[in-house]
């Protein structure tokens, strides 16, 4: 039969496993978005000829989706950095008060001191950045495309 100790530190490698595994999901997600990200542009400028309709250029459509894709992978973003604080700080360091050494505590510590001096610039950091990029440049590019559509739809009818 487990001590105390031996079930806390049993249950404590379980939930670091798990939260292992929600950290790779993580990634695929993000490999996901870019990869649509990329494929969205190169669809964005090598389409820009074509038209839907007899109306709609086709980068129009494909920034369209690009806006979209991009606050969908920010907010994705930001959904799972939550959810890894909330397993971290709330589950894992609640736990690590009942084994000898906190490791995550130690870790998280030391981020949070390179963040401080600005050392540390996160993979989700880098994330959030293209995708905001990417939302800018596929904003411009539909504003680009729509102001003559409508300016057509609006005088030249």
């Known amino acids: 039969m487990l001590t105390k100790e031996?079930?806390?530190?049993?249950?404590?490698?379980?939930?670091?496993?798990?939260?292992?595994?929600?950290?790779?999901?993580?990634?695929?997600?993000?490999?996901?978005?870019?990869v649509l990200f990329?494929?969205?542009?190169l669809l964005t400028i090598y389409t820009g000829g074509i038209v839907f309709m007899k109306l709609i250029p086709a980068s129009l459509l494909f920034s369209a989706i690009g806006v979209?894709?991009?606050i969908l992978w920010w907010m994705n973003i930001d959904s799972y950095n939550?959810?890894?604080?909330v397993k971290?700080?709330?589950?894992?360091?609640?736990?690590?008060?009942?084994?000898?050494?906190?490791?995550?505590?130690?870790?998280?510590?030391?981020?949070?001191?390179?963040k401080k001096k600005k050392k540390a610039f996160l993979f989700s950091d880098m994330q959030k950045t293209l995708a905001i990029l990417g939302l800018v440049f596929f904003f411009a590019l539909f504003?680009?495309?729509?102001?003559?559509?409508?300016?057509?739809?609006?005088f030249l009818n």
């Not at 939550?82 to 604080?85: A, C, R, T, V, Y």
């Not at 894992?92 to 981020?111: C, F, G, Q, S, V």
């Not at 504003?143 to 609006?154: E, G, N, Q, R």
């Open 82 to 85: 939550l959810l890894i604080k």
């Open 38 to 41: 990329v494929a969205l542009i």
């Open 143 to 154: 504003v680009c495309d729509a102001i003559p559509l409508v300016y057509k739809m609006c």
């Open 68 to 70: 979209l894709v991009c």
């Open 6 to 34: 031996e079930m806390v530190l049993e249950q404590y490698k379980l939930y670091s496993e798990q939260k292992e595994k929600f950290t790779s999901r993580n990634f695929v997600t993000n490999r996901f978005y870019l």
């Open 88 to 114: 971290y700080q709330n589950v894992l360091e609640e736990m690590e008060n009942y084994l000898p050494i906190k490791p995550y505590t130690i870790e998280r510590d030391a981020i949070s001191e390179c």
